[in-house]
């Protein structure tokens, strides 16, 4: 499974956690996190990638989810790729 899309934040040194979760889980390491540098300019758009392998029945959700440590933050061209393995 491959999670990928853009983010932005509202402030400078602000973390964003991207991360794919299936069955209701978190995937083990999937979760990568995008830190804009101090300093730079806010709401400024950049890339982030997750890509793990899981194992579902067929019936479970699999889904990508973000979370940001500011106040505010938006994603923005996200796609969830998945491939069937077997």
Known sequence: MWFTGSVSDSAASANVYTSIWAAGSQVAASEVSSTQPSGGAQNRHYP????????????QAIEGRWRIDVITGSMY?????ILKIG
């Open 77 to 81: 061209q996200r796609t969830l790729e």
């Open 48 to 59: 982030f990638a997750c890509c793990c392998q899981a194992t579902v029945n067929g019936s």
